[in-house]
């Protein structure tokens, strides 16, 4: 079983620019979530999409969104770049159990490589 | 806002338990964690407890949690060179998921 991939894997862009980071997760998996991790603020959750709903959201501004596909994969996307925005950006896919399903965060989950954004 | 505080960093001997502590400050989380982080592996999810839950263990893995304190702790029984890596306890809950800074174990051969 193939497990979760991510792409691209690295990412150098400038202040002000945009950019979309995909995440395939493994077969079966309905639930998709992203986080941030930086030397500063460390481990961040961002969102998570569950059958292409977002129903888990963290603490960041407007400018980060995401989308969830039919075939469960997501994408997430930063506008307005910004030079804090430098992070490893980490999904995660998991299959989801019955008690989860008003929103809990998944018992079992599988992360991808990562993609390291840079933002000069 | 919520904050997880666990301490930066712990050095066992090989063979020895590794005791590593988080506390918490959300007394609405429904599920508490454990995270795995190597350099070159990722990270993983090594195992969660259940709020309403005291005590669980998982082969080498015993998750204590004091709710009352909202004190939770990871013990790694027969610690190995390779569980050198960085632990991050994190809280969550309908809508919200907060991790610790992480600890990073040191295990001396």
């Known amino acids: 079983k193939a497990g979760v991939t991510q792409t691209p894997r690295y990412l150098i862009k400038t202040r002000g620019q945009q950019v979309t980071l995909s995440c395939s997760p493994i077969?079966?998996?309905?639930?998709v979530s992203w986080y941030q991790q930086t030397p500063g603020q460390g481990l961040q959750f961002l969102f998570e999409?569950?059958?292409?709903?977002?129903?888990n959201k963290g603490n960041f501004p407007g400018r980060f969104s995401g989308r969830q596909f039919s075939n469960s994969r997501s994408e997430m996307n930063v506008s307005t770049l910004e030079l804090g925005d430098s992070a490893l950006y980490l999904c995660?896919?998991?299959?989801?159990?019955?008690?989860?399903?008003?929103?809990?965060?998944?018992?079992?989950?599988?992360f991808g490589p990562g993609t390291r954004l840079t933002v000069l | 806002g919520e904050d997880v505080e666990q301490s930066l960093f712990l050095s066992v001997r090989e063979g020895d338990s590794s005791v590593i502590n988080c506390t918490y400050t959300d007394s609405s989380s429904t599920y508490l964690y454990w995270y795995k982080q190597e350099p070159g592996a990722g990270l993983q999810l090594l195992t969660y407890i259940f709020s309403n839950m005291d005590m669980k263990q998982d082969q080498r893995l015993t998750v204590l949690l004091n709710k009352k304190d909202k004190h939770l702790s990871l013990r790694i029984a027969d610690t190995q060179t390779g569980d050198s890596a960085i632990y991050f306890c994190?809280?969550?809950?309908?809508?919200?998921?907060?991790f610790g800074t992480g600890t990073k174990l040191q295990v001396i051969p």
């Open positions: 999409y569950f059958s292409e709903t977002q129903r």
């Open positions: 077969s079966g998996h309905r639930s």
């Open positions: 995660a896919s998991s299959s989801m159990t019955g008690t989860d399903r008003l929103g809990g965060f998944p018992d079992t989950q599988y």
């Open positions: 994190a809280s969550g809950g309908y809508q919200k998921v907060t």
